[in-house]
C-alpha cells in the first residue's frame, strides 16, 4: 500500500523565474486521473490536487504574457522540479534540463549525472532538477502562451 502525501500546494507548483522584458508567469498543477465514463469508456481529466500518492501523474502548466508596450525578447522561463517529483517530458520538446540544480544545462541526452562515488553515468529523466525554456524571438506585446511538462509522484 502506499503512503499517502500532503503535498501543499507551493511544493507541486513549480517556481517561475525570467528575465526583464515585462513578461508576466503563472502555474498550474493538475493530476492526471482516469474516470470511468457511463458507457464503459474512460477519459484523461485534469483535477486540481488535494492530495497525491506516489504514482499519481502531475500536469504543470506555466503562462506566460508579454504585459509590456514593446516587444520582449531574449527571456527565459525556469522552473524548479518539486523533490517529490519526477520528470517526464514536456509538451513540445524545447526545453533544456538540468541535473544539478540549476548549475549546468543542455538536452537530456547531452547531460551526465555524477553518483556519489564520483562516477558518471547519462543523466536519465528521474535526476532532472530543472526545467528552461529559452526565447530567443520576439514576443509581440500583449501576446503570450503556455509550456506545459509533465511529471510523476515519487
Known amino acids: ?27 498550474d498543477v493538475y493530476i492526471e486521473r482516469k474516470v470511468a465514463k457511463p458507457n464503459g469508456t474512460t477519459a484523461l481529466v485534469l483535477e486540481q490536487p488535494k ?6 501523474n502531475l500536469v504543470f502548466v506555466v503562462k506566460y504574457k508579454n504585459v509590456g508596450s514593446t516587444p520582449a525578447s531574449d527571456f527565459s522561463v525556469t522552473n524548479p522540479l518539486p523533490k517529490a517529483v519526477a520528470f517526464n517530458g ?15 544545462w543542455g538536452p537530456l541526452s547531452a547531460l551526465t549525472y555524477a553518483r556519489e562515488n564520483g ?15 529559452k526565447f ?3 514576443l509581440s506585446a500583449g501576446s503570450g502562451g503556455k509550456l506545459i511538462f509533465r511529471g510523476t509522484v515519487k
Open 1 to 27: 500500500m502506499f503512503k499517502r502525501f500532503f503535498l501543499a500546494i507551493a511544493l507541486i507548483v513549480p517556481g517561475t523565474a525570467m528575465a526583464a522584458n515585462n513578461v508576466s508567469l503563472s502555474s
Open 136 to 138: 530567443n524571438r520576439a
Open 90 to 104: 514536456t509538451s513540445d520538446g524545447t526545453e533544456i534540463v538540468s541535473v544539478d540544480g540549476g548549475k549546468t
Open 51 to 56: 492530495t497525491v500518492i506516489p504514482g499519481d
Open 119 to 133: 562516477e558518471t553515468r547519462p543523466a536519465l529523466m528521474t535526476d532532472v532538477t530543472h526545467v528552461k525554456w
